[in-house]
């Protein structure tokens, strides 16, 4: 395997490490969260949801229409990058560089949007957009 391959092989799994490991609640229990306000007017699901219970920032006020209460939300991340080093360095007795912590990574904000479904400004349905949910 080249040199080249080695290195895009280290980035995606890196890449794929970073997506599985930050997220502060699972699928799950964000379903389960988000589910409990069905049957909710659209006022109190404003005064109650708290998106940061659930690993997601709100970016913009909620958009309320007669049909769907929405949230734009981000969810961040921080995915690792693979630092290589060359064995046949080490075995001559180079030191090798250290590099600060911060920059052995690089922060992402995924964003997505939680709808819920309106019928008469009562809640019928949640679903989401976005790949990031």
Do not use: W
């Not at 659930?54 to 961040?76: E, K, N």
């Not at 360095?89 to 180079?94: A, E, L």
């Amino acid at each position: 395997m080249s040199f080249l391959h080695s290195l895009a092989l280290m980035t995606v799994l890196c890449l794929l490490y970073g997506c599985t490991t930050s997220a502060t609640t699972s699928a799950q229990q964000r379903d389960t969260y988000l589910q409990q306000f069905i049957g909710q007017t659209s006022q109190s699901i404003q005064a109650k949801l708290d998106l940061s219970s659930i690993g997601y920032q709100q970016v913009l006020s909620p958009t309320l229409d007669d049909h769907a209460l929405t949230y734009t939300v981000i969810r961040p991340i921080t995915i690792p990058m693979p630092m290589a080093q060359n064995p046949a360095d080490i075995d001559y007795g180079s030191v090798p560089i250290q590099i600060p912590p911060r920059a052995q990574s690089y922060d992402v904000n995924l964003q997505c949007k939680i709808i819920y479904r309106l019928e008469h400004n009562i809640a019928k349905s949640v679903y989401y957009t976005g790949r990031t949910c």
